[in-house]
């Protein structure tokens, strides 16, 4: 089977995450050196669904030429996109509705047009289960688990979350100073979806005083208690780091917009949590959302090394004949797990899991 592979292509689909541009050049090169030919597929699917956006050009031959001095770049060389999931492609009607069509058909003969054997799609759940679906349809799949968000199953680790993490750390340090010199409340609000992995580990990280995640519902009045016993041990500024997927108990997650062919996006979590602490504890209060800054510039040594493993790992099992797999962190090893696993149910954080414990012992408060 693996002696067919001739000509592979790689998509990168979803939010970017720092890593990106580290797996394409580690399966570029990793093809190259087994005599196969590589192409890029742009912007997610769309290189393959709307081809006239890129002048006819979007499928691009990768050469070494291509993927030199990339590795420590954030983005993609390709380009990515979440809206427009060809599985529920939102076309407008006549009388401004919309309708769902599947265009995974489109997909799987534009790359068969093009002489593709296979492909290696790199992406968060939404990618990847798209992934699973063109390979249910034929094609030779591998994926490779991207996002900072690390709400993959079945891998210890995504690409991505670590860069995210070390950036929200530092960030936290950073406050420290400036809320110890105004004693204030400072609210940090930081992305992850519906999964609490990037606000839990930095929180302890940055030593945060409380930690407010999705998967354990808050009560404010908890960690306004937290603040007040640190008032009373002379430590007049406290730190909250929010998930921006937490949410009370008994409350829903706070969410920024809903638009036709995208998930909801999430976010305002932080300047909520700061005014109801303002009113609850009486301080002066400030949220700072960190967003974005978290998925941009360049990935830490960690990810450029997963993301180098990642991406050679995904050619080795095309090479062994595997499809239907997603490259995954087991340590020390990367091994392949089955797509349709990994895509089954979102990673949340463990309630029981020693991180969490690790927390506790140090007194940080997850308001419950
Ligand atoms: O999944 C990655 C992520 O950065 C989430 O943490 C966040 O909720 C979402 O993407 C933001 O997406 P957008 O780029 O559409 O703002």
């Known amino acids: 089977m693996a002696e067919n592979i001739r000509r592979i292509a790689i998509n990168t689909g979803g939010g970017d995450a720092p890593g990106l541009n580290a797996v394409i050049r580690a399966i570029v090169l990793s093809a190259l050196n087994r005599g196969w030919q590589c192409f890029g597929i742009r912007e997610g699917y769309n290189g393959l669904l709307d081809p006239d956006r890129f002048d006819g050009q979007g499928l691009i031959r990768l050469g070494e030429e291509s993927v030199r001095g990339i590795t420590h770049l954030g983005g993609t060389i390709l380009g990515t996109t979440n809206r427009g999931n060809p599985l529920h492609f939102p076309v407008r009607q006549s009388d401004g509705t919309f309708r769902e069509v599947d265009r995974s058909g489109e997909i799987i003969d534009g790359l068969r047009r093009h002489g593709i054997d296979a492909l290696v799609a790199i992406g968060g759940d939404g990618s990847l289960a798209i992934a699973l679906e063109l390979c249910r349809q034929g094609l030779r799949v591998i994926g490779v688990p ?146 974005h800054l978290l998925r941009g510039g360049s990935p830490s040594t960690f990810d450029r090394l997963i993301s180098l493993r990642f991406g050679a790992a995904a050619v080795r099992a095309l090479a062994e004949g595997q499809s239907g797999i997603m490259v995954a962190l087991d340590p020390p090893t990367v091994n392949y797990v089955p797509l349709a696993e990994a895509t089954r149910r979102m990673k949340c954080v463990p309630l029981d899991c020693d991180t969490i414990l690790t927390a506790r012992d140090l007194g940080i408060s997850f308001g419950d």
């Open 146 to 291: 991207k996002t900072i968000d690390n709400d993959l199953d079945r891998t210890v680790i995504t690409f991505g979350f670590d860069t995210a993490v070390s950036f929200a750390t530092s960030c936290l340090d950073r406050l420290h100073s400036t809320a110890e010199a105004h004693q204030r409340v400072m609210v940090v609000e930081v992305m992850g979806r519906y999964a609490g992995w990037i606000a839990l580990n930095a929180g302890i990280s940055g030593t945060a005083d409380a930690i407010l995640i999705p998967e354990i519902p808050y009560d404010l009045t908890r960690v306004a208690g937290k603040i007040a016993e640190r008032e009373a041990k002379g430590r007049h500024f406290s730190i909250v780091v929010v998930a921006e997927g937490a949410k009370p108990v008994g409350g829903h997650v706070s969410v920024m917009a809903r638009e036709i062919g995208r998930q909801e996006r999430l976010g305002g979590i932080g300047e909520s949590v700061a005014h109801d602490l303002a009113e609850l504890t009486g301080k002066e209060t400030r949220a700072v959302v960190l967003g």
